[in-house]
């Protein structure tokens, strides 16, 4: 009898401990997580403040929300931050076109045929990701501006292009590992060419995983800093990050201005990251792990 | 998985890889080759260029500022594997606990700062830090230690750990979702029969989960390593490198070498130094994890292994010359 109830005892200590774990663990992550996205929501009120009102109280609510800022940044022409959105947004989407059909096309013809080069070009890719690209940005500015290239609309394509094959490539690779080569041997038997199957068979097959190169470089495109740092010189092509940038000291001030400033150009990418963030965080993972 | 029954004309495959591929060693092998090059140069970006052989080697192995930059790309390497994937790990294992809800908003949450831009986190610790209107500040003033008030971002001493801060911050959601991926990969049998054997919630995390994430373990590290050797654009932002060289990094000093000082020789050099020295890092920490993760009777075996193909190799050669001199 004696036994039995330490038996009980013990069940209830640790039922007892579990129950406090669980609440710390709840406390612990709302405290985590709340803490990644207050900045954002610090941000969005506090831009609604006049600078007089915010330097008062930086915490508080707005109590007369304006959109004085946001009106002020856009109204005046020397910040460019429309255009460096729309630079921004042509140079992630052709940036990320040409990676999904390069990395695709790469992917495939060094997975499946046989020719002699091949090695080698798996080889040099594979060397592409071990390359610490941050070695690269004094070489690449000198060599740009050797061949008269830099500070022009398509510069960025090249360097974003290069750097985010490799990746790309190894995870098309990866996917086709797991599908049969029964199908493009069937629709060669039929007649169907080279580039048809490729594109008519192989491309539709391989939808989920180009989706997930896609994703991972929209991110990486669009918040791409350090090359567009170097390579851009003329204010008419500035990126986003770098249309941000001319807020450090000039108006270190005006901390209202700068926050609508940042959240005006951030919003594609956040609306884009909480509507579809379920296959966004998929697709990064997927990248990270296996890239 | 080679097809073999169709290949096509040389023509059209060297049609679909010459763009990329031409583009890939132009914007990746040329430019390296190119900086070894110009790093036996004296060039300070005008059209002349004198040739000084070791010059710019011997100097950089003297500079105090350079080396004092590669520390503080291996602190931020060892701070924040300490700090991501450790906090990472333990967020982890509270959010598999039955008793927590919303699993999917802190995930959601969590990821969110990974995906903006590095010039935004900057901004944003910046505001955090700043002496009068700074977030940090006020909080201490609502702790009543209004006193204790510096300007963070201002103090050679602290400041290393002031700029990491913002990075732990920004990836930790990265990994624990790595993390979260790796762990719903292992069987939950396995948990539920420790569980009723009776082993606690530490003993399980240490002895079950931690063995059977290894490898993603592995992943989170080097990724964590490979990102702060790059290191650059969140302390552009944050310090530009100050006060002084306090904050310096070597990505920031090769372009402030090179940029701001017009030495693109010295600045080429750099870059040399930096492809050597993150490649040594990175591939060095690959061996020492390895190491780390076989133990002994891992490493054993492999000799044992190793051993075994030597002497059927030797064998083998062996039976060849006896063949040889049979005929």
């Known amino acids: 009898m004696a036994e039995l109830t330490v038996v009980k005892n013990e069940t209830q200590g640790q039922k007892v401990a579990n129950t406090i774990f669980g609440v710390i663990s709840n406390v612990v992550l709302w405290i985590f997580s709340l803490s990644c996205v207050f900045p954002l929501v610090w941000m969005f009120y506090s831009s609604l403040k006049v600078k007089r009102e915010f330097n008062r109280d930086i915490m508080g609510l707005p109590k007369a929300p304006t959109l004085d800022n946001y009106h002020r940044i856009l109204s005046n022409t020397d910040y460019n931050l429309p255009t460096s959105m729309f630079n921004s ?11 999904v059909l390069c990395a695709f096309v790469l992917g495939y013809i060094l997975s499946r045929i046989n020719f002699s080069m091949n090695k080698p070009l798996y080889i040099m890719f594979l060397m592409g990701m071990l390359i610490p690209i941050h070695s690269l940005l004094v070489p690449i500015y000198i060599i740009f501006s050797r061949a008269g290239i830099n500070d022009k609309w398509f510069t960025l394509l090249l360097p974003y292009l290069a750097f985010n094959l490799p990746v790309s490539i190894f995870l098309v690779q990866g996917y086709l590992k797991g599908i049969p080569t029964a199908l493009e041997e069937a629709a060669a038997i039929d007649g169907s060419s080279f580039t048809r199957s490729l594109f008519s068979i192989i491309m539709p097959i391989c939808k989920p995983i180009l989706v997930t190169v896609g994703i991972i470089n929209v991110f990486t495109c669009w918040n791409e800093f350090t090359f567009a740092l170097i390579l851009i010189k003329s204010t008419a092509l500035y990126t986003v990050p770098l249309g941000l940038k001319q ?23 956040v609306i884009f990251y909480f509507v579809f963030s379920k296959q966004i965080i998929k697709g990064m993972v997927a990248g990270a792990v296996k890239g | 998985m080679y097809l073999n029954s169709i290949k096509p004309k040389m023509r059209v495959i060297v049609a679909y890889l010459a763009i990329p591929v031409v583009v890939f060693v132009f914007t990746v092998f040329v430019p390296l080759v190119a900086a070894l090059f110009y790093s036996f140069f004296d060039w300070r970006g005008g059209p002349n260029k004198t040739f000084n052989g070791f010059v710019n080697y011997s100097q950089l192995m003297a500079d105090a500022t350079f080396w004092a930059s590669f520390r503080h790309n291996l602190f931020l390497v060892v701070m924040c594997i300490i700090g991501q994937i450790g906090i990472a790990f333990i967020l982890v294992l509270m959010i598999n606990s039955k008793f927590v809800r919303c699993k999917g908003i802190h995930r959601t949450f969590g990821f969110f700062p990974s995906t903006i831009s590095a010039v935004c986190v900057g901004f944003i610790w910046t505001m955090i830090y700043d002496y009068k209107k700074g977030l940090l500040n006020a909080l201490l003033e609502l702790a009543g230690k209004g006193d204790s008030a510096i300007v963070w971002l201002n103090e050679p001493k602290i400041i290393m750990w002031i700029v990491t801060i913002p990075l732990i911050w920004q990836f930790i959601g990265y990994y624990m979702v790595i993390l979260l991926s790796g762990v719903a990969a292992i069987d939950t049998e396995i948990l539920e029969s420790a569980e009723i054997d009776g082993a606690t919630a530490i003993q399980r995390a240490r002895y079950i989960i931690l063995p059977l994430v290894k490898n993603t373990l592995i992943v989170c590290t080097t990724l964590c390593i490979a990102g702060n050797m790059k290191a650059f654009d969140n302390i552009l932002v944050m310090t530009s490198g100050g006060p002084g060289y306090s904050s310096m990094v070597m990505a920031l000093y090769g372009y402030k ?3 701001e000082q017009n030495n693109l020789g010295y600045g080429s050099c750099i870059s040399v130094a930096i492809f050597v020295l993150a490649l040594a890092v990175i591939g060095g920490s690959q061996w020492l994890m390895n190491y780390l993760m076989t133990d002994k009777y891992d490493r054993a075996e492999m000799k044992m292994l190793k051993e075994r193909d030597k002497q059927a190799r030797e064998r083998m050669k062996a039976l060849r010359k006896a063949k040889k001199g049979g005929n």
């Open chain 1, 89 to 99: 947004a042509r140079m992630t989407i052709m940036s990320v076109f040409l990676i």
């Open chain 2, 257 to 259: 070498v090179s940029f």
């Open chain 1, 247 to 269: 807020f450090t000291g000039q108006f270190t001030s005006d901390y209202p201005k700068i926050m609508s400033a940042m959240l005006l150009t951030m919003s594609p990418i």
